[in-house]
Structure formats: C-alpha cells, structure tokens
C-alpha cells in the first residue's frame, strides 16, 4: 500500500508532492491493493483497517525525513525489467523507482516498510542487496549502464542503506544467477527440491509433507511440458536461511 501510494505520489507535479498529499492518497492506494486482492479486504476487521491506514500514513510521514519528493523527479516508478542474459536466462522484475541524474547516472530505489536488519542479522541485510544486484545486473544489461547507487530505504525506521556496485562485481553476480537457474532447471528435471528450514518455516501450512519435519512430499508432477522462456524472477531466486 505504501509502494501504491509513492507511485501514486510521484505521478504528481513536484510542487504537490507535499506531505499532507501523501497521507491523503493511502485510501487510494488501499483501493488500488484490494481491486487485486479482493479476498484481502475482508480478511480485515473495520480496526485492523483502519490501523492499517494509519500505519501507512506514519511511514509516509517519517519519508520525508529521508528524502523530499519535491526536489527530483525519478525517471520512473514500480518499473517492470526484463533481459536476456547470454546463456539465454531471462531476468524479470520491478523496481521501485529508478533515478537518473543529469549527468547520466543510474540510481535504483527500494522501499522497505519493515524496519533495517539489525549487525546480528547479517542475512537479513545480505538477501535485501542480492535483490538490488539483481536489479542493477537486469539494468546493466537492458540500458548498458551501470547503476551508480543502489539505495534501500527503510521507512519503519527512517534509515538508508547505499551501495555503490562496481562492473566486475556485477558481473561475478551475472554468473551467480546463471548458475542459480541452472540449479533450479536441473531441480526441475529431476524432482530433487530439497527443504531449506528457516524461521519462516513457523508460518508455512505444508509442514506435514515436509520431510524437514519427518513429512512425505506427494508424487512429483514433472516440470511443465511448457515453461516461461528461461525466465527468472528476483523472488524465485532469493537466498533463504
């Protein structure tokens, strides 16, 4: 929702991006994630949405704190990507917003509405930036130049992580998510899908056929006789725990 409301922010001239402008569009953006979600709306009690609203309108305050929407103008927002690698790996996704100064430099954007991964969660942080690798490999790539910042913002607590990739680096990184989707294709072919228990396990309503939990996994139905061309999504290929 507040992603909804930023692009909905952004799609204003500058001089009316203020912050009692951004507020204002969280019913609008509320609508916008239900008319996808229709089921979403009704799992919510009348409290429960309006906490929810109010919730939003809090991030979107304490954004400006961070950056003011006035000042710039991003190139776009919730941008879909998609480029061939040379194996053939189709990479596909959508950035928050992308930045491009007038001098030509790249900047990726992502906003988190959690708050930033504290030092002991190393992991945390380390799965946030392979997904804006990801992004910069995707735009290296489809626009032939290399991002100059990735930048996540944390707008639960009001802090900005910026990375600066340089070439060989997210070239080396190319060469992961090849490897990876090979992985996954080989995976595929084979059945071989084996579990990755987390924390995250706690909220997974498949436990009983887990064998991480001492479950049977029900026959395996064989790879689609037709899959996406090579296609990889960020969230496919996210490292868990």
């Not at 919510?44 to 939003?56: R, S, Y």
């Not at 954004?63 to 003011?68: A, S």
Request: charged content about 25%.
């Amino acid at each position: 929702m507040v992603h909804a409301a930023l692009e909905q922010l952004y799609a204003l001239p500058a001089v009316q991006r203020g912050p009692d402008t951004a507020r204002s569009l969280v019913e609008s953006a509320w609508e916008q994630v239900i008319a996808g979600e229709l089921d979403l709306a009704g799992e919510l009690a009348a409290d429960q949405q309006a906490q929810l609203l109010e919730d939003a309108r809090a991030l979107l305050s304490g954004y400006y704190r961070l950056e003011d929407p006035r000042r710039f103008d991003p190139q776009s927002c919730e941008q879909r990507v998609e480029v061939e690698l040379a194996d053939g790996t189709l990479l596909r996704g959508y950035i928050d917003r992308i930045d491009v100064a007038a001098t030509g430099e790249l900047r990726v954007v992502d906003y988190k509405t959690g708050k930033a991964p504290p030092a002991a969660r190393a992991l945390a942080e380390f799965k946030a930036m392979f997904q804006m690798k990801f992004y910069g490999v995707a735009l290296f790539r489809s626009r032939g130049v290399l991002p100059s910042r990735l930048r996540l913002i944390y707008l639960a607590d009001g802090q900005v992580l910026d990375y600066s990739p340089d070439r060989d680096e997210l070239l080396r990184f190319e060469k992961t998510l090849m490897a990876i989707w090979r992985a996954i294709q080989s995976a595929g072919q084979s059945g071989d899908f084996r579990p990755n228990a987390s924390r995250l396990c706690n909220w997974c309503p498949h436990q009983q056929h887990c064998p991480a939990y001492g479950g049977t996994p029900p026959p395996y139905p064989g790879w689609p006789d037709r899959p996406p061309a090579e296609a990889v999504s960020c969230s496919a290929i996210e490292p868990t725990a």
